[in-house]
Nanobody, 125 residues
Framework: QVQQVESGGGLVQTGGSLRLSCAASGRSFSNYGRGWFRQAPGNEREFVAAISWSGGTTYYANSVKGRFTISRDNAKNSVYLQMNSLKPEDTAVYYC??????????????????WGQGTQVTVSS
């Protein structure tokens, strides 16, 4: 069973920064792509960023490109999301997820299977 636990969320002012972490259990962490998604109240879950199994390829939503950086440390079974220049519209619950296929990565939530419980990010204006 794969478990993923997000941490690092909190309350920050506009323009501030946060770094989210996702610690995963289970074997073969380095063989799967990872993604970050978010969901604001009343909205559907949306893609934020994704990283390939090796870390060599990354994808970002247009809304966060240039402000957010996804990274991973396969030795620590962890994925990170560095969020800078935060805006009130970034307020949401952030989830990390594991890609369904070995050595695959995508930007749709149906391409992911195991999800964490989420961590709240609130950006005040």
């Amino acid at each position: 069973q794969v478990q993923q636990v997000e941490s690092g969320g909190g309350l920050v002012q506009t323009g501030g920064s946060l770094r989210l972490s996702c610690a995963a259990s289970g074997r073969s962490f380095s063989n799967y792509g990872r993604g970050w998604f978010r969901q604001a109240p009343g909205n559907e879950r949306e893609f934020v960023a994704a990283i390939s199994w090796s870390g060599g390829t990354t994808y970002y939503a247009n809304s966060v490109k240039g402000r957010f950086t996804i990274s991973r440390d396969n030795a620590k079974n962890s994925v990170y999301l560095q969020m800078n220049s935060l805006k009130p519209e970034d307020t949401a619950v952030y989830y990390c997820a594991r890609s369904k296929g070995l050595r695959r990565v995508g930007i749709r939530d149906d391409e992911y299977d195991y999800w964490g419980q989420g961590t709240q990010v609130t950006v005040s204006s």
